[in-house]
């Protein structure tokens, strides 16, 4: 009486077992597992690797887009060749249309700042004290002095960097050199005027704390000699990622005599160079996944060139090719489903605490690693996206188990009676 056999179904209990062994290291064979580790960590450290540098520059990106959009306006107005003097009445106009925050008419100019120990380089913007209130950057970052009648006063507020390097501070006067003054026989002489300092800020970006110089509008109109005039209106409006809809709002409320540019035109050089370098460090540290991910089909082949016998004796005692195969394709995904996890954990955990690694790093080297003045933010930032950590994961994941592949194939093909000819 024979007995029929059964075939197990696929990724039973038993594939699982032999799998199992297979990953633990023996005296014997301990190499095996040696390598199965090696390609555990490349995983690990890829993802990882992967998900920080995305976060940071993402949360890059992210910072210096709010520190940017947080100063200036969204849609900027000018006026088509004739002196832009009706500027309240555009202002208001704008002011209405739906979306729109505020509309700041501005007066900016280049000017030199001096006091007793140093002369520097700066920005001085002319606005008005509700405009400036608006702007949460600016107002919700006082280190000293108040914004409270600056309207009403000739005092200016500077960044706490340009404060620092000109050895300064709240209530004492510098001197504003600018190179547009009164036409005299001899030329255009410069226009020096000193400024007592009202208000001190720090908005976390280092360029803007070290040359921005905000001054009363009226004040401004009258330093730079504009009379009533004044040089753009900046529109803030709530979504400015729809600024296409904005500007052709905008352009209707003001009529055929402006013309408007936004904050995309404005910056497009700087943020293209921030996308083109995001992908291009995408795609390089994406080699690292497949570098990891060659070592577990190189483990894999190695592994089955070792256990012939074993596969040989499996397939003897009534295993299937698709038995063996699922075998070392479970060995094989193992690794790389365990080491993707461990390296998402890794990534997650690193940039959660990126500020405190950045502090001990730069404690044990003696350096600074994230120099404010060349990288423009105070900060180390990092920002994880949910959907692109996603497909960090799923792309590991995938090159895991398709280089599974090709070993359990092979696996699957030894011939039971080569592999124990000579054994």
């Given amino acids: 009486m024979t007995t029929a056999i059964r075939d197990t179904k696929p990724f039973s209990p038993f ?22 580790g090696f390609s555990f960590l490349g995983i690990m450290l890829g993802v990882a690797t992967l998900i920080i540098v995305m976060a940071v520059m993402n949360g890059f990106r992210h910072d210096l887009f709010a520190k940017i959009m947080g100063l200036n306006g ?26 729109v925050v505020t509309a700041m008419p501005i007066v900016e100019g280049q000017v030199m700042v001096s006091s007793s120990t140093q002369a520097l380089g700066g920005l001085v913007r002319g606005v008005r004290e509700n405009d400036l209130k608006s702007l949460k950057l600016v107002s919700g970052n006082i280190r000293a002095g108040t914004l409270d009648g600056f309207d009403s ?41 000193p400024y007592q300092i009202s208000m001190i800020f720090e908005l976390g970006m280092s360029e803007y704390d070290r040359m921005m110089i905000f001054m009363p509008l009226a004040e401004a109109q009258k330093y730079f000699t504009k009379g009533n005039e ?5 529109v803030v409006v709530k979504e400015p990622e729809d600024v296409d809809r904005y500007s052709a709002l905008v352009k209707t409320a003001g009529g055929p005599t402006i013309s408007v540019t936004d904050w995309r035109q404005r910056n497009e050089t700087f943020f293209n160079v921030l996308s083109v370098e995001r992908n291009v460090m995408f795609i390089i540290l994406s080699l690292i996944v497949l570098v990891a ?23 003897t005692m009534g295993a299937t090719k698709g038995a063996v195969m699922r075998i070392f394709l479970i060995t094989g995904a193992s690794i790389g489903v365990v080491g993707t996890l461990a390296g998402l954990v890794l990534g997650v955990a690193f940039c959660w605490k990126i500020d405190s690694i950045k502090s001990f790093v730069s404690w044990v ?3 600074v690693v994230f120099d404010p003045s060349i990288y423009y933010l105070t900060r180390l ?34 011939d039971p009676v080569e592999a124990l000819r000579y054994e």
């Avoid at 390097?165 to 036409?183: E, M, R, Y």
């Avoid at 990092?382 to 398709?402: F, P, R, Y």
Wanted: charge should be positive; proline fraction near 5%; charged fraction near 20%.
């Fill in 15 to 36: 594939e699982w077992m032999i799998a199992g062994r297979y990953l633990r290291a023996r005296r014997k064979e301990g190499f095996i597992s040696v390598i199965a």
């Fill in 74 to 99: 969204h849609v900027i107005v000018q006026k088509n060749g004739d002196p832009f003097d009706d500027y309240v009445a555009m202002a208001n106009k704008i002011a209405e249309v739906p979306g």
């Fill in 153 to 193: 006063q000739t005092g200016i507020a500077m960044g706490v960097r340009l404060a620092n390097q000109l050895h300064v501070g709240l209530g004492d006067t510098i001197t504003l050199v600018s190179p547009h003054g009164a036409a005299t026989p001899f030329g255009t002489a410069p226009r020096s005027k």
């Fill in 230 to 234: 004044v040089d753009v209106i900046e």
């Fill in 293 to 315: 991910a060659l070592n577990i089909i190189s483990g894999l082949m190695m592994l089955v060139k070792d256990k012939g016998r074993d596969i040989a004796i499996l397939r």
């Fill in 365 to 367: 080297s003696g350096t």
């Fill in 381 to 414: 930032p990092a920002e994880i996206d949910v959907h692109e950590t996603g497909g960090i994961v799923g792309m590991a994941l995938a090159l895991s188990i398709i280089a599974t592949l090709y070993p359990s194939w092979r696996a699957s093909k030894l």
